[in-house]
Every structure is written in structure tokens, then in C-alpha cells.
């Protein structure tokens, strides 16, 4: 069993910056790939950044150019950084490993004011 906790979520004014941390419990090697997926109430889950087991990444439209994915090997630790943030990525934000099964975090509420 892999266990994923998140953390970093919280309160910020449109314009702020967040980091979230996301720490796994065995390798991230062990893992295709990980990332980042928000779900709104009443919305779907939808991808927000990914990085795979070579390093490449990739972004949702709706925020590319403002987040950033990135992992510290020796931590076994994927962060999200999320820099001009906007009342719509208000959501709880969820970490997700994947390798022959999917695995997912609990959660963390990002709330963005206006």
C-alpha cells in the first residue's frame, strides 16, 4: 500500500502564491508517473500537472504558465508551485501516483479570494 500525503493548501488572496508538497511513502521511482488534479464542488476531477518517471511534465491549459511541477528525488516529495492564482483554482487539490494501480491522496482545500 502507498500512502500519499498532501500538504500546503490554505487560504490566499487572487495574485498570491501557494506550494504544495505531496510526500510518498515508498520511492517515486516506483511510479509511472505523479501529479496534481483538482476537483471543485459540483465539477469534475481535472488534471492540473503531471511529471513522469523520465521528468517530463505536463500542464492543464488553465494553468500552464502559472504552476509548476517539479520533485525532490531524495524526499520522495512532488511539489506544486502555483504563483498568480485566481479565484477559480479554488478547489481541493489532490496528488495521484500511478503505477500498475492508482493511488491518491486525501486532499488539500486551495481557496483563492477575490
Known amino acids: 500500500q502507498v500512502q500519499l500525503v498532501e500538504s500546503g493548501g490554505g487560504l490566499v488572496q487572487a495574485g498570491g502564491s501557494l506550494r504544495l508538497s505531496c510526500a510518498a511513502s515508498?520511492?517515486?521511482?516506483?511510479?509511472?508517473?505523479m501529479g496534481w488534479y483538482r476537483q471543485a464542488p459540483g465539477k469534475q476531477r481535472e488534471l492540473v500537472a503531471i511529471?513522469?518517471?523520465?521528468?517530463?511534465?505536463n500542464y492543464g491549459d488553465s494553468v500552464k504558465g502559472r504552476f509548476t511541477i517539479s520533485r525532490d528525488n531524495a524526499k520522495n516529495t512532488v511539489y506544486l508551485q502555483m504563483n498568480s492564482l485566481k479565484p477559480e483554482d479554488t478547489s481541493v487539490y489532490y496528488c495521484?501516483?500511478?503505477?500498475?494501480?492508482?493511488?491518491w491522496g486525501q486532499g488539500t482545500q486551495v481557496t483563492v479570494s477575490s
Open positions: 495521484r501516483a500511478l503505477a500498475d494501480t492508482v493511488f
Open positions: 515508498r520511492s517515486i521511482f516506483d511510479f509511472y508517473n
Open positions: 511529471i513522469t518517471y523520465g521528468g517530463i511534465t
